[in-house]
């Protein structure tokens, strides 16, 4: 499968997604490629930094390589046939790479903050995903709500947006806003690898995992 986690606004946690979607797929057994194809690098860094982490453990665990503009549709089907499955972590704007990863990818995963800019950055997605699905007619677009407030009507007001947007299915498997993401990802680790388990942060990343990997292609 290709997954692609993009978006237009930055900030929402794409980089954060993706690399745990990595980590945790490539521990199922698959062969994982993970695609930086935003022009902060973020995914390659997190790699490096992975990779000195678990130096003494085989490195990563998956393969990552930098693409950018066409190169991202391109390369992506040449590689396709050599992994179980393709992440590309996308920038949050639209560019040609975010344009090209939607050309092949058969999930596109939007992350979204509960505010009001993020909310509305959605229906702009929204006409990008349905502009893309005529030249790929297999993708499937989800949305869902990251970093996701502990209490407060913006969690519920941002979904009851964000489910009406046309292009975009709202997936059920919301993210909070937790401390082991951010003190994981310093680490080059997934949150399901952080000593000591965060039990809720755990659960939130494999819900969405078993949400995204039960879509078949």
Known sequence: ?????????????KTTI?????????A????????????????????????????????AGYTSVKLHGAAV???????????????????GRDTAGQRAALSVAHVYIVPF?????DVWSLEKVGTL???????NPDLRAYCLLNRADAQGRDNEEA??????????????????NRKAFRSASA??????????????????IMALYDSIFSISN
């Open 1 to 13: 499968m290709i997954i692609a986690c993009g978006g237009i606004k930055g900030g929402v946690g």
């Open 18 to 26: 993706a690399t745990n979607l990595a980590i945790i797929r490539a």
């Open 28 to 59: 199922s057994g698959a062969d994982v490629l993970l695609l930086d194809a935003d022009d902060q690098e973020t995914s390659s860094d997190f790699t490096i930094v992975r990779n000195e982490t678990l130096a003494d453990k085989g490195g």
């Open 73 to 91: 549709r391109t390369d992506t089907l040449k590689l396709s046939s050599k992994y179980d499955d393709i992440i590309i972590d996308v920038g």
């Open 113 to 117: 903050l509960p505010a009001s800019f």
């Open 129 to 135: 995903v349905q502009e893309a699905i005529a030249f």
């Open 159 to 176: 979904i009851e947006v964000a489910d009406g947007i046309e292009g975009l299915t709202y997936l059920q498997a919301l993210v909070g």
């Open 187 to 204: 680490q080059g680790l997934a949150v399901t690898e952080l000593k000591p388990v965060d039990p809720k942060a755990v659960a939130e």
